[in-house]
């Protein structure tokens, strides 16, 4: 496609005076882009068709030199970036050291607030809005949230605190009636109901268009037919929950109406009140594929498709479970195809629970099942469980509730960046009391490990990866066993890991053979609590080095060091954890590059901590713990 306009837009200004017709086969070049782009690096695509009108006319009616947007969840975001001076570098989409996948301030002065969890938005909005006022400043505020967004409890506690009363606020809700699956709960009931008002706008549009244009009477009888049509409107339709909140109610509108969108903005300005426009839009607009099937579309990868992965086997092995035992309930936070849990929704729906966007809400009501008898699952990944932190130790943990978490995508997850890696449950999940905490590596651990949860007591987590198991998993399985510990002939080196990080170390033993060292392997599987068996294995070698793909504060690596020294090892001790920043978007190879637990950066790591023990041997004279003891010679002391 030839690009007529797309190529003259360097900033938010360059669309300013171009005609509706323009603004149109703008829409389309931006459409073609996303696509031509999305199609090649992956990422979210249905999302972004969707608001190409709604950001087109945003841009148009704002001046986003000091007005300020916020997009919820901001995955949305890619016509807003084209729009906005990173059309040449958009090639680069959820690259490393390219253009985020999400909202990211560090990109451009016009994205306000990293965004990447869901239901932030008007929270921020707010903030931003509050503050303005205290500046003297007239900026507009304008938070962009999906319906499945709102549903989060978030987004009503920033709802309930705006209806105060704030100026220049503008909550602009964009409704596909679409979250990644099908909205749920009765929020998407209550927008489907106010929904069918839809012609009401474009009515009042066409009547004002038409009114305004008669001489010295349009005017008083624009005013005139407002005032009726607001009456018969009072009349026909109860106030919406926003009015009842405080806000003044637009909409709804068609979102793929530029003319439509661009006059509900302008009336939206005037007032002195926050305001909620409701705005209405199809999932994969303009492109068919994607209208048809927007679940499918909702974010695209162009990486072949995995039959068989963590979240499949989870989704089989739960079923499998369940269909045995009437007490298992699985519960997703509207990730229900993602984690795994189609195939159940189908056929056990009554023990099937989607809660909408809502991870505190997902632990308390699971909480609230246990305590009446059940076995919930609640099938979420590692960095939206961060969410549910509070509620697992307050509404869990306090009252030892037996409840499982089948934590999903935990380690790097790639080109999602630094607000989706799992890389903090394992050190969180760890300080919550009557916690066991299991990590498979493979699709036979995930299940054994799931049937212990199953049969444990208080909070039991399974944790797995994004994607599917190592090609060499299987054959390291060992039924009922805790751990896997794969020894070499002495005491020398000993690695300790747990989950996918072991395929990248599994070879390394027959390398350092070839130089004459001996490492052995540790892979752990249940992480939490360290069992005493592993940590007397270890004891015993010379060194002993902790590498995960988890944070290092915190980390299990710590917890198992300092174990050891309170035991009174005299092992040397090392370890390489995820150091405390976050990790940005990238490929998860270049992910554990970047942190140091490639192969390579391993072997290396191996070497300089042997010589290091080489070196402190030598000043101070290497002994066991043993032989530490008979030194002291305490006699009579057995
Ligand atoms: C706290 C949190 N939970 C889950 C997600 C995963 N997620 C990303 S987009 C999305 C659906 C959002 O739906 P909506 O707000 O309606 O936007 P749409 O994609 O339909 O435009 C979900 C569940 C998230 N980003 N944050």
């Known amino acids: 496609m030839a690009y007529k306009h797309l190529y003259h837009i360097n900033s938010p200004k360059d669309i300013k005076n171009m005609n509706i017709k323009e603004l149109q086969e703008l829409s389309a070049e931006l459409r073609t882009k996303i696509i031509e782009t999305v199609s090649k690096n992956g990422g979210h695509l249905a999302s972004n068709l969707g608001v190409v009108e709604l950001t087109i006319a945003l841009h148009k009616t704002f001046d986003l030199e000091q007005d300020k947007i916020i997009w919820d969840v901001g995955h949305q975001g890619y016509a807003h970036k084209l729009l906005t001076g990173r059309r040449d570098r958009f090639s680069t989409l959820r690259k490393k050291g390219g253009i985020s996948g999400f909202i990211n301030p560090k990109e451009s002065k016009y994205d306000t607030f990293l965004t990447g969890h869901s239901s932030t938005s008007i929270s921020a909005a707010l903030g931003i809005a509050k503050t303005n006022e205290l500046n003297g400043s007239q900026a507009y505020t304008i938070s962009v949230i999906g319906d499945g967004a709102l549903t989060g409890g978030l987004a009503f506690e ?3 605190n705006a209806g105060e009363g704030v100026k220049n606020f503008i909550v602009v809700l964009n409704d596909n009636n679409m979250s990644i699956n099908k909205n749920q709960g009765s929020i998407a009931s209550y927008l489907n109901n106010i929904r069918s008002n839809y012609f009401y706008l474009n009515l009042k549009t066409k009547t004002v268009g038409v009114l305004s244009k008669v001489p010295l009477l349009g005017k008083p009888l624009i005013s005139f037919t407002r005032a009726v049509k607001n009456k018969i409107k009072a009349l026909i339709y109860p106030k919406t929950i926003f009015e009842n909140l405080g806000f003044v109610y ?7 109406n530029l003319k439509n969108l661009m006059y509900i903005f302008s009336c939206a300005k005037k007032m002195q009140k926050p305001v909620l426009v409701h705005v209405k839009t199809k999932k994969g607009k303009g492109y068919l594929p994607a209208e048809l099937e927007p679940e499918t579309y909702h974010s695209y990868s162009n990486n072949a498709a995995q039959k068989r992965t963590f979240s499949s086997n989870f989704g089989e092995v739960i079923l499998k479970l369940a269909q045995n035992d009437e007490r298992i309930c699985t519960i997703t936070a509207a990730m229900r195809d993602q984690v795994g849990l189609l195939e159940f929704s189908k056929q056990i729906p009554n023990r099937f629970f989607d809660v909408g966007i809502a991870e505190e809400h997902a632990v308390t009501f699971a909480a609230g099942m246990a305590s009446n008898g059940f076995i919930p699952v609640i099938a979420i990944y590692s960095t939206f469980l961060q969410r549910g932190f509070d509620q697992l130790v307050n509404d869990v943990a306090c009252s030892n509730y ?3 978490l089948a934590v999903d995508r935990v380690g790097f997850v790639g080109e999602d960046g630094e607000t989706h890696q799992g890389i ?3 050190a969180f999940l760890s300080t919550i009391p009557n916690t066991t905490i299991y990590a498979p590596s493979s699709y036979k651990e995930q299940e054994q490990c799931l049937t212990w949860a199953i ?15 190592h090609s060499a998993a299987d054959s390291f399985f060992e039924p009922n066993k805790e751990y896997l510990w794969l020894p070499q002939p002495d005491k020398d080196i000993l690695l300790v890991t747990y989950g996918r990080l072991f395929e990248t170390l599994v070879e390394l033993p027959e390398r350092f053979k070839k130089l004459g060292i001996n490492v052995s392997i540790l892979k752990l599987i249940q992480i939490h609590p360290i069992l005493d068996e592993v940590l007397e294995i270890a004891d015993n070698y010379r060194t002993v080095i902790f590498l995960e793909e988890g944070i290092e504060t915190g980390s299990i690596a710590q917890q198992f060091g300092a174990k050891l020294h309170q035991m009174g090892s005299k092992t ?12 940005e978007q990238g490929s998860i190879e270049q992910q554990y590059q970047q942190t140091g637990l490639d192969t390579a950066s391993v072997e290396q790591f191996i070497k300089t901590a042997s010589l290091t023990v080489v070196k402190r041997k030598s000043q101070e004279g290497f002994k066991t713990t043993k032989e530490k003891v008979q030194d002291l010679n305490f006699e009579g002391v057995n």
Do not use: S, T
Request: glycine share 14%.
């Open 158 to 160: 920033g709802l309930n």
């Open 250 to 256: 637009l909409g709804p509108v068609n979102g793929h």
């Open 402 to 404: 037996h409840i499982v």
């Open 424 to 426: 903090f449950d394992a």
């Open 455 to 469: 049969n444990g007591k208080g909070l039991c987590v399974v944790r797995y990866p994004k994607g599917n198991e």
């Open 572 to 583: 040397n001790f090392f370890m390489r954890a995820v150091q405390n920043k976050f990790i």
